[in-house]
């Protein structure tokens, strides 16, 4: 019985054993199929992903090394018509641009050239022309001071002080007379351009605080007049006031004395207290002399300047 019982356990041993090696064996061949199911797969799906990539590249029109990114149209190829080619057009090119050559990196075109041409001649012909090469004197002791456009006149009494002051900015008055017919215009018959501005009267008084002032003009019909004709005023008084001694500005609130309705002796007096102080006739016609040269030498100035201005000089 003991030597039965011996042989039957080394027997169910060597099955243990037996059956301990297949489990072992099985677990092996199981990792391995594994194993290579998952190279396998990696291998399929890398070579899918290299297989698809230049596809999607292509379908984008982008270049390998770019980030893949969504199809937007370019303004280029709006302009272009989306046709493909190595010629790119300005989008904001000027007609008939020329490069700079200044060096002041400005825009220059042909236009500019007729312009600056133009120009040139402007200025010669206006120059041609000028009376006065400098500006005339007032007589009866007016010192005149300039600040740009603005001119102003001023003159010393007994006790008083006049300043008369006036800009040539829109003092020319429209050419209004009929256009000659055809073949009859020459440089003979084309009016003489003459300023009118308006001016500003001014009288201080030393013991006053107050200055009286009178809003003076040319009107149109009084400029000129012919032989045998009523002297008449060449200026006339729109409005009269006070304002404070030496302000530039004046006070809406202080009343103003409009002369369309005014009384014709009270009128006369003011012109005549206007005379006694030098503002008369003779002044208002030296004043247009002065005021004609004056904007004539500030437009040949501007010509220069606008000429300047387009050669980039």
């Known amino acids: 019985m003991v030597g039965w019982s011996f042989g039957k356990r080394q027997q169910r041993s060597r099955l243990g054993n037996c059956r301990n090696q297949t489990t072992t064996m099985l677990k092996s061949i199981s990792r391995a199929v594994s194993i290579a199911s998952r190279l396998t797969n990696k291998t399929a799906t890398a070579s899918a992903t290299r297989t698809v990539e230049p596809l999607v590249r292509s379908a984008l029109c982008l270049p390998n090394s770019a980030p893949i990114r969504p199809y937007t149209r370019s303004i ?26 200044c060096g002041c990196g400005g825009l220059h075109t042909e236009g500019d050239k007729a312009f600056g041409e133009f120009l040139n001649d402007e200025i010669k012909e206006e120059k ?101 004709e ?10 009269v006031s006070f304002q404070p001694a030496g302000d530039t500005d004046w006070k809406e609130t202080s009343y103003t004395l409009n002369t369309d309705s005014l009384d014709w002796a009270l009128y006369d007096h003011l012109m005549d207290f206007l005379a006694d102080r030098g503002v008369d006739n003779t002044f208002a016609d030296e004043l247009t002399e002065l005021s004609t040269a004056l904007e004539h030498k500030e437009y040949i100035t501007f010509l220069e300047e606008l000429d300047g201005f387009v050669k980039c000089n």
């Open 76 to 101: 280029w190829m709006m302009c272009n018509n989306g046709a493909v080619s190595g010629y790119r057009p300005k989008l904001f090119s000027s007609k008939g641009a020329l490069p700079s050559s």
């Open 128 to 228: 041609k022309i000028q009376k006065n090469k400098t500006l005339p004197k007032m007589s009866g002791g007016w010192e005149l001071e300039l600040n740009g456009t603005e001119a102003k006149l001023i003159k010393s009494l007994s006790g008083e002080k006049v300043t008369v002051t006036f800009n040539v900015n829109n003092s020319i008055p429209p050419n209004v007379e009929d256009e000659p017919e055809q073949g009859q215009k020459s440089a003979e018959n084309e009016p003489e351009i003459v300023s009118t501005p308006n001016f500003v009267v001014e009288v201080t008084k030393s013991s006053a605080k107050q200055a009286l002032v009178f809003d003076c003009h040319f009107p149109e019909d009084e400029v000129a007049h012919g032989e045998g």
């Open 230 to 239: 009523e002297e008449s005023d060449i200026f006339t008084i729109r409005e």
